[in-house]
């Protein structure tokens, strides 16, 4: 299997993971979940295209699907994108 073409969801190991900066304009390389070092507010695109945000969101994981996390509302650090 060519692990760049792995899909993983929710259930399986992730394979992939890259630092994330908060950008209003610019998708994440991939749709991710995310690992938040610190926590915080934390605003984003999901897939779909829906603009959300999730308040003072513990540090840990942010189960989910992310394709973009805005740098204006967010608040939480050190972000990491697991794909």
């Given amino acids: 299997m060519n692990p760049t073409s792995k899909q993983g969801g929710l259930d ?3 394979w992939f993971g890259a630092p994330v900066v908060p950008d209003d304009d610019t998708d994440l390389p991939q749709a991710s979940t995310l690992y938040l ?4 507010d934390i605003c984003g695109i999901t897939r779909g295209g829906t603009e959300v945000t999730l308040k003072n969101h513990p540090t840990g994981y942010v189960l989910g ?11 939480a650090a050190d ?5």
């Fill in 12 to 14: 399986q190991p992730f």
């Fill in 37 to 40: 070092g610190q926590g915080g």
């Fill in 65 to 75: 699907v992310f394709a973009r996390v805005k740098a204006s509302g967010t608040t």
């Fill in 79 to 83: 972000i990491v994108a697991l794909w």
